[in-house]
């Protein structure tokens, strides 16, 4: 079935890296996406990557894409406080124009 | 541009009222969709229109009623709450509706119902 699976906590020290999994089960997808959720205010686009790329940087932002496994990752180098959010991997269904979000993870930076 | 809009902000509701939760964007978008977020489910979608005057239900369409009577209000009727109601709704927009296309989301609506 149509699923997408992130763990749901992880704990990173301020100055180290980030990394926040994903698997997803549309191989055809053409884009998957991260969003973020910071403290009560709604999702935004934080970056994406297309289904033909494995890497794609941004600043302290690292997507990996792994198409054989259908694992995404996302990595923040650097982790800052202003970082602290939910952080949602999502696939888009091209046969359906619906979107699944995974159930997020929230990522909390120790001092 | 104020993108997408969503009023109230809170609410709290009594088992079998009944509400509106307001939604509008100003990008011209064609396509709208409202999601439930709850603790451990992820967001989930409630209904969605890709054009004024059409609507579709979602995943999780029962207990919801919505309209679209122009491109830039989107609202979600809770005709008759139930605690199973309370949750975070977010309205979200995109140009077309294509699955690739970026969503924009607003800022939600904390809603309780005891």
């Known amino acids: 079935g149509e699923d997408v699976e992130q763990s749901l906590f992880l704990s990173v020290r301020e100055g180290d890296s980030s990394v926040i999994n994903c698997t997803y089960t549309d191989s055809s997808s053409t884009y998957l996406y991260w969003y973020k959720q910071e403290p009560g205010a709604g999702l935004q686009l934080l970056t994406y990557i297309f289904s033909n790329m494995d890497m794609k940087q941004d600043q302290r932002l690292t997507v990996l894409l792994n198409k054989k496994d259908k694992h995404l990752s996302l990595r923040i180098a650097d982790t800052q406080t202003g970082d602290s959010a939910i952080y949602f991997c999502a696939e888009p269904m091209n046969r359906d124009d619906k979107i699944i979000f995974g159930k997020g993870t929230r990522l909390h930076i120790l001092p | 541009n104020a993108g997408v809009t969503q009023t109230p902000k809170f609410h709290i509701l009594k088992t079998g009222q009944s509400m509106t939760l307001q939604c509008a964007q100003d990008m011209n978008h064609g396509y709208l969709s409202w999601y439930r977020q709850d603790p451990g489910m992820g967001l989930r979608r409630i209904h969605y229109s890709v054009a004024a005057g059409i609507t579709d239900k979602g995943e999780v369409p029962d207990g919801y009623n919505v309209s679209r009577s122009n491109t830039e209000d989107f609202p979600l009727r809770l005709e008759s709450a139930a605690p199973s109601q309370t949750s975070v709704y977010f309205c979200?927009?995109?140009?077309?509706?294509?699955?690739?296309?970026?969503?924009?989301f607003g800022p939600g609506t904390r809603l309780t119902v005891l």
């Open positions: 979200a927009s995109s140009y077309s509706g294509e699955s690739t296309d970026t969503q924009y």
